[in-house]
């Protein structure tokens, strides 16, 4: 099973290098989520870059012979486009320009871009994101979007903050700027609580992660294979911190995609209740 694994991911990076390249010439590329819990790598592939949408379709068509998958209206709204590539059995994900499950969080994509750098894997080097920047992009992903964690989160978590390797000071400047904080705070002390329940060396955390926490690890609850964050009212209050920052901000049309997340959930939860699946919706 090891072997075939490995043989998965090295095939995998052999066509995300040539990948990368094609999409340099149009614009930076930086591989999101995809590498950090290496040496494993995720059931698809992520990428964000700045370059213009419709450019990465053709480069995507015109270069590989790939086709895109299915968009769901999240997809649509969070300006991120999948594309199936011949012989390799990942989704290629693409984020262009914009993050978040509504595509609401452009502040934080010039901090991903300006401070990503070269890392290693086997004989392909790819940018990836800063520490501090791969923990905002983790908390979207698991915060404001799945509302669960995986056991792979937690110690990838509790390793990058043991070691020292984040810069807490930044992590706040960016986070806060994007109404980001306290959901990243929460996931800090929930990651932190977690390891130390099972008598692990204590997270170290500041108390400027601690104090902006909404809620610890004792609300996690472990169902049907992760660690469940509970929606209401916590992870609901997060949202509305979120979209109260983009408004102050003067970001009007972010703060309008993001307010079309409640239609959005409904109708997801609708579709899964009636016919088993929410794809084509969230």
């Not at 810069?167 to 002390?189: C, H, K």
């Not at 920052?245 to 970001?251: H, S, V």
């Amino acid at each position: 099973m090891l072997e075939k694994e490995r043989a998965r991911i090295h095939h995998a990076l052999s066509i995300l290098s040539p990948i990368c390249a094609a999409l340099e010439e149009l614009g930076d590329v930086v591989v999101i989520k995809s590498l950090d819990h290496w040496p494993d790598l995720g059931s698809d592939i992520d990428l964000y870059t700045n370059a213009a949408a419709a450019d990465v379709a053709a480069v995507m068509a015109n270069h590989f012979g790939a086709r895109v998958a299915g968009r769901s209206w999240g997809d649509r709204l969070a300006n991120k486009w999948n594309f199936i590539m011949p012989g390799l059995p990942e989704l290629v994900e693409v984020h262009a320009g914009r993050l978040g499950q509504t595509g609401e969080q452009t502040a934080i994509t010039s901090s991903l871009l300006d401070h990503a750098g070269p890392a290693q894997f086997e004989s392909h080097k790819f940018r990836v994101p800063a520490a501090e920047d791969r923990l905002i992009i983790t908390t979207l992903q698991r915060m404001y979007r799945h509302f669960y964690l995986r056991i792979c989160d937690v110690a990838n978590t509790g390793r990058a903050l043991a070691s020292n390797a984040v810069e807490f000071r930044r992590l706040y400047s960016v986070a806060a700027s994007a109404g980001l904080w306290d959901g990243l705070a929460t996931y800090l002390v929930i990651v932190a609580g977690y390891i130390q329940s099972y008598g692990c060396e204590e997270v170290p955390l500041p108390p400027l992660v601690t104090s902006a926490a909404r809620f610890g690890a004792e609300q996690v609850r472990f169902r049907r294979r992760f660690l469940r964050v509970p929606i209401f009212p916590q992870a609901a209050g997060l949202y509305i911190s979120e979209w109260q920052r983009l408004l102050r901000n003067g970001e009007l049309q972010n703060a309008t995609r993001l307010s079309l997340l409640p239609a959005l959930a409904t109708s997801a939860a609708l579709a899964l209740k009636f016919t088993g699946s929410d794809k084509g919706v969230w």
